[in-house]
């Protein structure tokens, strides 16, 4: 599935249009806002203040899909959630979160939500998320549209075949296998992703393309769930004939015969590999963040005035006691060593060696003395630096040579 914003907005409508959305968010401008993105994508867009005003709605009318907030006035997202599931359990959820909770996280994938969208909300992110669940929801709408017409004909010929094609989109992974899993047709699709020939496919058991990181639970409740005669709908890694990995969205249907026996299965997949890699990536980029965060507040409680800096000698984090060090007149927008008044021991602002890794080759038997140029006069200080995370975050403690010197 593309992942460029302007395939996804072009690619959207085609499986939102006829769908309902219940949004519910308790911050009026948001709420109004993102409602007008969402009219231009769905039939109809319903939305809700709070948790209870949502699942009231949700009583009264059938949505496609429900959006909703988790930190809410009068019933909380989660408890909407819940209610809601125990009503319609398949029913499809995306969730807008910070992440501050992990138990609240650990209570959503408990009630089978898997769609979490992190707020602020980043746009191209979220219509991605919005395209799987939408193109999924209208696969299997497709799937059972054409299932019912194959019942009421209650035949079987090549027609069945060639009306399941027409009923999905002409990209979309498709294979199918016998009662007992071996592969007996397979698109172009699936041989392109999968790097087999039609040839080296047809015959051999679907577990072909299997990845040995699958875990073995899974595939038996999928093996349960569609030997029930049931619709398995769920995300899987495949490997390819050359090693690489991929992940599809797969919906996995059951053939049945007029006497209700299972003779064949139809696989359709969505090739998302490219989106669990930008998920992948923005939740490292937020763990990052929470690393950065946690730093911030281990220097409120240093004795000496200490400071976070980035790659750009930056300030993205200060404490009180550097606050008062410099009466509040170092400006985070530009790089630190614009303030330094150097010292004989000092390198050089202008040299191409970064300082900062300097002074950390230094030691702290060498930490250099130098000025602040701060108001109202500038200060002496001798600098402590350490680098503290793989972005290269460096915690840098300046101390006042008086201070030294009474210690001394």
Known sequence: MSSDPVDIFQQLPKYTRGMNILYVEDEAEVRTDFKKVLERFFQQVDTATNGLEGFNKYQEKKYDIVLADVSMPIMNGIEMIERIKSIHPSQKIMVLTAFEESDDLVKLINLGVSKFVRKPIKSHLFFEQLLEVASALYNVKKVEELYIKLEEKSKLSTTLLEQYKYAVDAATIVSKTNHKGIINYANDAFCKISGYQLTELIGQPHNIVRSPNSSSEVFRQLWSTIQSKNVWQGTLENRAKAGNLYTVNATILPILDPEDNIIEYIC???????????????????????REIQWGEIIQSLPTATVILNLESKVIYKNKLFNSLTNYSIDAAVPIETYFIHSDKCTCKHSLIDWK??????????????FLNVSPEPVEVQIFMKCITANKLYIASFIPIDFIEILG
């Open 268 to 290: 359709i997949r969505q090739d998302i590999t490219e989106l669990k890699r930008l998920q992948l990536e923005e939740l490292s980029q937020s763990v990052e963040k929470a």
């Open 357 to 370: 890794e300097c002074l950390i080759n230094l030691g702290l038997e060498s930490a250099p003395r130098l």
